[in-house]
């Protein structure tokens, strides 16, 4: 299993930038599943996601340290534990789903990873980032006909996703944008 490895983030360089790769299509169609699948089939490389959530979530519990540091008022709050470490911040994509305040968060999470030598990001949800994608459910062909940033859909092999993936040209984040 890839959790109990060690991460493999190498040092970055100047200029290094990730590929990133989006997949999107309806709730329930199958994104989270093709992202575990995308993620083992590149465990020779280091892979970060970034997950599009339409609704409030709490993923500090209220009562420990970091949520009383959030609730003090901090813009963002790191833990370290022994084997995980993570960050919470402000600075979502906004209630109203506006494709700009979407984009402008999703570039802030880029720029997160960029410094950390990323090599792959995939991005489920974030449909009006112009990206290349992966659509995925019972219309994905129609869709990825009609999408020129298209590299397939969920019903391809794996095989022929990797490749499509391996293609794509690394982004910053300063260089996303709507479509």
Known sequence: MRASRRPRVSEPTAGDRP????????????KTSLVETLVGAFDDRSVATIKSIHHDIEPDAPGTDTHRHRSAGADAVVGVTPRLTFEVARGGKGADRDAD???????????RLSDRGIELVLVEGFSAAALPTIHVGDDAAARADADAHAIGTGSDPIERLRAAIEA????GPASLSAR
């Open 19 to 30: 590929a990133v790769v989006a997949l999107v299509g309806p709730s329930d169609a199958g």
């Open 101 to 111: 305040d979407e984009i402008a968060a999703l570039r802030r999470a880029l720029a």
């Open 168 to 171: 794509v040209e690394p982004i």
